[in-house]
């Protein structure tokens, strides 16, 4: 079946850091892939997406890239803030079966 | 007002108890969801619809109910509750489209002792 497999947290970072989030999945067919945030006491916002090989999904400096040959959507990015700390969720949608599967989640923290 | 509202957001209940949880969509999306979050799991899904006439079970539904009462409005309920059904829970809605993604509620905190 359909799997999302994404770092341990928490990922403890000093402000103006890179950000790397490992996410890999396992999926039939071409799934559509997907990086959601939630901040602190909030419900899950959608980061960015990719729907198909090669695409790159980028928002809010955050940049990810749907890699079939290592079946891939690590997150990046160049300069962490306070404000980035939250829980980030590597996500594929199979088009075939309609429904998401969500990675466990990772904590970022970002200090000053 | 939020595209997806869930009701309550923090609720305390007794074992044994039932409760409902309440959603309701403004984003006219057909399908619904409702997803139980415990620290270190992810997301879980209980159950999905895909239209008022289709209702289907997730990962974990045993413990749980839900009624469609419209496109707009997806209820989960828990008929007795019990102390492991303490956890955040978040109703969301897609389009028939997936790839554009998932637009989750708030949340709703839900802790049985």
């Known amino acids: 079946g359909n799997s999302v497999t994404q770092m341990e947290g928490p990922v403890t970072l000093s402000e103006e850091a890179f950000l790397t989030i490992n996410c890999t999945y396992t999926a039939t067919g071409y799934p559509s892939l997907f990086w959601y945030v939630q901040y602190p006491g909030e419900g899950l916002q959608l980061l960015l997406k990719?729907?198909?090989?090669?695409d790159k999904g980028s928002n809010k400096g955050f940049e990810a890239t749907y890699r079939k040959e290592t079946t891939s959507f690590h997150l990046e990015k160049g300069s962490v803030q306070v404000s980035d700390s939250a829980v980030y969720f590597c996500a594929l949608s199979d088009h075939s079966w309609g429904k998401f599967q969500f990675g466990a989640g990772t904590q970022v923290v970002v200090t000053p | 007002d939020a595209d997806v509202t869930q009701t309550p957001r923090n609720r305390i209940t007794k074992t044994g108890k039932r409760i409902m949880l309440e959603c309701s969509q403004t984003?006219?999306?057909?399908?619904m969801y409702w997803y139980r979050q415990d620290p270190g799991l992810g997301l879980q899904l209980i159950y999905y619809s895909f239209d008022v006439k289709d209702i289907n079970k997730g990962e974990i539904s045993d413990g749980y109910s839900v009624s469609r009462q419209a496109q707009a409005k997806f209820s989960l309920s828990l008929e007795s509750a019990i102390p492991n059904q303490t956890a955040l829970y978040f109703c969301?809605?897609?389009?028939?489209?997936?790839?554009?993604?998932?637009?989750f509620g708030s949340g709703t905190r839900l802790t049985v002792v």
């Open positions: 969301a809605t897609s389009d028939s489209q997936v790839g554009y993604g998932y637009t």
């Open positions: 990719a729907t198909k090989a090669d």
């Open positions: 984003k006219g999306h057909d399908r």
